[in-house]
Nanobody
């Protein structure tokens, strides 16, 4: 299973970015998909997740109201729209496919991971 995360870059505080996660696996459309991020020297943390049908989503408190996760199963892609970016949002962002349709915040509940895309936010 291969996941490809893209869309990262260098932006200023207050700007927006949209990350994309694409895959060719059928597992993608059957399970929850989430975004995690890892800043230098910190643990990888859950950011947002979406159910297989897109009818449920969950976010870490620090991004609620600023980030939005969505998916297009026909295209096998999940997006993370990030608005009003802050310097503390800077990290490598990873997409991951869950082992079920449950949106978990635990890394161990995800079986497939992308390679990550770097988001840098200048103040």
């Amino acid at each position: 299973v291969q996941l490809q995360a893209s869309g990262g870059g260098l932006v200023q505080a207050g700007d927006s970015l949209r990350l994309s996660c694409t895959t060719s696996t059928r597992t993608f459309s059957n399970n929850a998909v989430s975004w995690f991020r890892q800043a230098p020297g910190k643990d990888r943390e859950f950011v947002a997740g979406i159910s297989r049908r897109g009818d449920r989503s969950n976010y870490v408190d620090s991004v609620k109201g600023r980030f939005a996760i969505s998916r297009d199963n026909a295209k096998s892609v999940v997006y993370l729209q990030m608005n009003s970016l802050k310097p503390e949002d800077a990290a490598v962002y990873y997409c991951a496919v869950g082992r079920s349709d449950y949106i978990s915040s635990r890394r161990s509940d995800y079986g497939y991971w992308g390679q990550g895309t770097l988001v840098t936010v200048s103040s």
